[in-house]
């Protein structure tokens, strides 16, 4: 069996998360890459020794040279700086998106057939950079923020409800983190509508306390961000796209047109297969979901703009 490779770009906190969820569960061969000399190697050794305890046989390698993820089926992309605390997502996107540009080239010249899966924050802004300096198609070119804030959401609900978070189904739409529109109809216990649930104060408290949840754990950690939720979110994205199972989950994508947006990377259901994005979905939303799903997409595209990409 020719086991799939997936490059990791970035080995601080989410990358290193990352490479090791994959490698123990066997999911693909993993190359994980930075800048920073002999850290990515250092890692990369830390993990392979846990093979013979964890008992897995992916193998992983750490490496400063961008031409050993040649032949990657999926690029993951974490590398950047996370957001400290009082950091807008706006002075994020300043600095990571030199990164990214450097990056992407780097990418484009080494793993042309690969599919991007874009983390670096404000992912949206971050995916839709990626894609123009890739020039990919938009299908090979996905952000994950929805899976994430739609499990914040699951954990703060349940724990509301007290039931376990599994039981909650969440759909989180729009940009990661502050500007996500949760679909009320959609976040359901067992079918059953959480505002009939809840006193709509609320949800609306949980709904606040999600879409500041990075900002929260970055309030707590102070010297960094969230990475095990993340790498969690991330790697159910790659195992989609490698086992081609078609699942359906939020996640940042081009839209041209649909939901009235154009031009613009924002999270919506998509389904994840061996292509990449195989689908899109258009559902049903409130005169108010839709007004905050636009207002969320001009957000994206006015970060965007500031970034001065032509
Ligand atoms: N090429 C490769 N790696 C790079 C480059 C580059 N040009 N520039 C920076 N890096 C590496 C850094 O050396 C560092 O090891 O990216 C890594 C980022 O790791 P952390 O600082 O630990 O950040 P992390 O917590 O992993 O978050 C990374 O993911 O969730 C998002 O908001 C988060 O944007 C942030 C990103």
Known sequence: MIIPKVSVVGAGFVGTMVAQRIVEHDLAQVVLVDIVEGMPQGKALDIAQSAGIEGFDAKIRGTNDFSEIRGSRIVVVTAGFARLPGMSREELAAKNGQIIQSVTEKIKTQAPECILLMVTNPVDVMTQLAWKVSGFPVHCVIGMG??????????FLAEELGVAPREIEALVLGGHGDSMVPVGR???????????LLKPERLRAIIERTKSGGAEIV??????????????????????????????????TYLDGQYGIRGCFIGIPVKLGAAGIEGRYEIELTAEERDALRRSAGLVQKTFKELHIS
Do not use: N
Request: charged share 15%; aromatic share 6%; glycine share 8%.
């Open 146 to 155: 929805g899976v994430l804030d739609s499990a914040r959401y699951q954990l």
């Open 186 to 196: 959609c976040t359901t216990l067992k079918g059953v509508p959480v505002s009939q």
């Open 219 to 252: 309030g707590l950690l102070k010297t960094g961000s969230a990475f095990h939720a993340p790498s969690a979110a991330v790697f159910v994205m790659v195992e989609a796209i490698l086992r081609d199972s078609k699942r359906v989950v939020p996640a940042s």
